[in-house]
C-alpha cells in the first residue's frame, strides 16, 4: 500500500478513535428510563450501563418479595436494553460517516 493510502487510512482510524471517545464521553451523560409493572417500577440507567436510579412505589413494599424482586429485574433489563439500542444507533452514524456499512458496528 503506498504511503498516501497508509497515512489516509491512519488519519481515518484516528478519527474514529477521537468519535468514539467523545460519543462515549456523551453516552456516559444521557440515561434511559424503563418501567415494569405498569410503571410501579422504574430504572434509569445512564449510557455507561450504571443503574442511576431506582424508583419503586411504596405500596409495592407490603406486596411479595419475589414478585417485587421480578419487576425489578425487568424494569433494569429494559432499560440496559434501550441503552444497548441507543450505543447502537451512535455508532452506526460514526460508521456512516465513514462510509462503512451500518452492520459493521
Known amino acids: 500500500m503506498p ?3 497508509m497515512g489516509k487510512m491512519l ?3 484516528q478519527k474514529v478513535q477521537a468519535q468514539m471517545a467523545k460519543m462515549q464521553e456523551e453516552l456516559g451523560t444521557r ?3 424503563a418501567s415494569s409493572g405498569g410503571g410501579v417500577v422504574r430504572a434509569v440507567v445512564n449510557g455507561a450501563k450504571e443503574l442511576q436510579e431506582l424508583h419503586i412505589q411504596p405500596e409495592l413494599l407490603e406486596e411479595d418479595v419475589e414478585m417485587l424482586a421480578d419487576l425489578i429485574i425487568g424494569a433494569v433489563n429494559e432499560a440496559l436494553r434501550q441503552t444497548d ?6 455508532m452506526q452514524k ?3 460517516n465513514l462510509g462503512l456499512p451500518g452492520n459493521l458496528f
Open 3 to 5: 504511503n498516501g493510502k
Open 85 to 90: 439500542e441507543m450505543i447502537n444507533k451512535e
Open 11 to 13: 488519519k481515518q482510524v
Open 31 to 33: 440515561q434511559v428510563e
Open 94 to 96: 460514526i460508521g456512516g
